[in-house]
């Protein structure tokens, strides 16, 4: 059996669930290779990520150490430029083998049929245990099988929030005990993790041909490396692994994984260097070196073209009671060089729209993520207030029916917001469009109205911060390929305190047509100016009409005009 990719011909090899043992039509549950640079086997339920094997260490998988040649299997792993894919293949030919993906027990099994029985005996499962559901213990969160609790903090972090982490909320996960300067060897150093699952691939480097001492110069270099690893664990270990930004779905093997060097506070190492050499306070790189040069160092010898490249992470300040307050906010910086590459130089071929904010675009960065990149245009009647209001509330919302900020520019005169891309734009096009509402059934749209009101209720309710948008309307709720419904533009967006549900504005802004009564007159603003605006598009998307477009011969109401009527005149039929 073969699970992967043939690059040659575009075939991938995958499984898919049966929706149940009776019935032979396509389950949500999938199981296949990712094609990165690190790969790695992933299942999914749907589009969201359920499992993941850890990267490819040889062999084997660093999640699955029990995944190993024996006397009747035989497994192997290629990844060259033609193919990628796991396989394993009969020693014992009187033996019959099949594997199946299970969607009642969300598993994959190797069943072995037994000639004495006639009965086919489970041999093998993925999950193994409740550690391999996907990030369980959020970012830097290490999931311990047969702990309680199951989730625990790596040596040198601490829970980003103590309280949810004491009630068994987990999804925050770590962050550094103490901070740590970046390329200062009295301040920054590693320290090693053994029979570790590998974190989550999709940010990462791979070169089979690095020692780990040189893994560990390149990690320390770059100050978006949070952790490094030998590629390969057998013998000594062989070539080496970066992992960039939050560490994702780790999880301690008992019997078996790599070992992973963690970017660390030196305090935090008991003054021990990582790897164990004995020269700790040696200089890993001129100091002298610009970060310019570095910089193209690490383009040119580790990828030999652009590569994802994170400049830091954004510092603002706020005013506050007469008071300025800085705050470091957890938002990669992108490069204005990277993104200019992403976009074409903005060309026109990849403008996807343009709103009060100024043009958006789509880019694709080097590790193919598509990305769309809004950019604050010079005549924008929006600036730094609303750019900065947007950042903010991003990097603190998440939530799956809000758009993701995967990071900002603010190099030269420029101010851009990056977000990962929805491949069906905005509801507006579907709405309005006579063509293409046709595809909106009303088994969708009732999807989408209830996706809206899950993220307008974490909103006002159940984030830490309250919000109230200001500005919902059709054209700032985005779509993804799987046409879940997810809100945008926070620009306009108030933040408020757990008990404030209201507040009061001189300067109205958002849209007309959508905006209640007492704040477009009076600006009052409120969680029930949201909920207004919610009534608006939801008869907007049951009606696909335009609260402001509709147009009747004779009648000068729109769209909540001509409902109101209805309701009165169902009333009097009453």
Request: charged share 25%; glycine share 8%; net charge negative.
């Amino acid at each position: 059996m073969k699970l992967g990719w043939n690059f040659k011909t575009g075939l991938n090899r995958r499984l898919t669930a049966w929706k149940n043992w009776d019935d032979p039509s396509l389950g949500d549950l999938t199981w296949g290779m990712i094609p990165s640079n690190n790969p790695e086997a992933m299942m999914w339920k749907g589009s969201k990520e359920f499992y993941r094997s850890g990267p490819a260490v040889g062999t084997q998988f660093s999640g699955l150490p029990n995944l190993v040649p024996n006397s009747a299997l035989n497994f192997t792993f290629v990844f060259n430029q033609d193919e990628l894919y796991f396989s394993h293949s009969l020693i014992d030919k009187s033996l019959t083998v099949r594997v199946v993906l299970n969607q009642t027990e969300s598993a994959a099994e190797r069943l072995t049929w037994n000639n004495d029985t006639e009965t086919w005996g489970l041999s093998s499962i993925i999950p193994i245990d409740y550690c391999d559901n996907y990030n369980l213990c959020g970012p830097f969160g290490n999931c311990v099988t047969g702990e309680a609790p199951i989730c625990r903090c790596l040596d040198g972090f601490k829970p980003k929030s103590l309280q949810n982490w004491n009630q068994v909320d987990f999804s925050e996960g770590c962050v550094h005990n103490q901070t740590w300067s970046c390329r200062d060897k009295n301040k920054d150093s590693f320290i090693q993790f053994r029979n570790m699952k590998g974190p989550d691939t999709t940010r990462s480097w791979l070169n089979e041909s690095m020692s780990l001492k040189e893994c560990r110069t390149k990690c320390w270099e770059d100050c978006s490396c949070t952790a490094f690893s030998n590629s390969g664990i057998k013998g000594q270990g062989h070539g080496c692994s970066i992992w960039f930004g939050d560490l994702m779905d780790l999880k301690h093997n008992s019997n078996g994984g790599q070992d992973l060097y963690i970017r660390v506070a030196v305090s935090e190492t008991e003054h021990e260097d990582a790897i164990g050499d004995s020269k700790k306070n040696e200089v890993m790189i001129a100091g002298t070196v610009s970060s310019i040069f570095v910089m193209l160092l690490i383009f040119t010898l580790i990828y030999g073209k652009r590569k994802y490249k994170i400049k830091g992470t954004l510092t603002w300040t706020r005013e506050k009671n007469d008071e300025s307050k800085q705050e470091d906010l957890d938002v990669p910086l992108f490069d204005l060089a990277l993104i200019k590459h992403a976009t074409n130089d903005f060309s026109s071929d990849n403008k996807l729209g343009e709103g009060g904010f100024g043009p958006v675009y789509k880019g694709t960065l080097p590790d193919e993520q598509e990305i769309a990149v809004k950019r604050l245009s010079q005549t924008s009647g929006q600036g730094l207030k609303e750019f900065m209001n947007e950042v903010v509330l991003c990097a603190k919302l998440q939530h799956r029916n809000l758009v993701k900020i995967l990071g900002c520019c603010t190099q030269e005169d420029e101010k851009m917001l990056i977000y990962e891309f929805m491949a069906n734009k905005s509801l507006d096009f579907f709405l309005f469009d006579s063509d293409q509402s046709k595809l909106l059934k009303w088994p969708t749209r009732f999807y989408i109205i209830c996706g809206i009101a899950r993220g307008l209720l974490y909103l006002h309710q159940d984030s830490r911060l309250r919000i109230i948008h200001r500005d919902l309307k059709a054209s700032n709720i985005l779509l993804d390929n799987e046409m879940n419904p997810k809100i945008s533009d926070f620009g306009l967006a108030r933040m408020c305190g757990g008990d404030q549900i209201e507040g009061k504005t001189s300067r109205v802004v958002g849209t007309y047509g959508y905006m209640s009564p007492e704040y477009a007159y009076d600006g009052l603003f409120s969680i029930k100016s949201d909920v207004f605006s919610f009534g608006i598009l939801l008869l907007e998307i049951v009606s696909g009409k335009k609260n402001n477009g509709l147009s009747i011969p004779d009648h000068s109401l729109n769209l909540i005009g001509h409902v109101s009527i209805i309701i009165d005149f169902s009333y009097i039929l009453k």
